[in-house]
């Protein structure tokens, strides 16, 4: 399985973004996709999957209210759309891939066999 992220950019505080995870190698069917982010000095943070292709969770109650994921099987993508950004939204966006994570570890970085690169996302005031 690869991945390759794409999306990131430098905005203002309040504006959106919207990030594209593509994925080859296998068909996203059964696959688990989340997007994890990391910010200097802190650990990779989970923020949002797809669970075995077909159930979505989110990181937090603020990434529940402003992010949302979703996958096109026909373009084997997975998107992330990010709007309201805050400053602390600043991070490398990672997506990662498992094809046998669990419903207990999904949030766990570790629990992700395939990584792709990340994208910078960077917000400002």
């Known amino acids: 399985v690869q991945l390759q992220a794409s999306g990131g950019g430098l905005v203002q505080a309040g504006s959106s973004l919207r990030l594209s995870c593509v994925v080859s190698?296998?068909?996203?069917?059964?696959?688990?996709v989340a997007w994890f982010r990391q910010a200097p000095g802190k650990d990779r943070e989970f923020v949002a999957g797809?669970?075995?292709?077909?159930?979505?969770?989110y990181g937090t109650d603020s990434m529940k209210g402003r992010f949302t994921i979703s996958r096109d099987r026909a373009k084997s993508t997975v998107d992330l759309q990010m709007n309201s950004l805050e400053l602390e939204d600043t991070a490398i966006y990672y997506c990662a891939a498992s094809t046998s994570v669990i419903w207990s570890t999904q949030t766990t970085p570790n629990a992700y066999a395939y990584w792709g690169p990340g994208t910078q996302v960077t917000v400002s005031s």
């Open positions: 797809i669970f075995r292709g077909s159930r979505e969770t």
């Open positions: 190698g296998r068909t996203l069917s059964g696959l688990s």
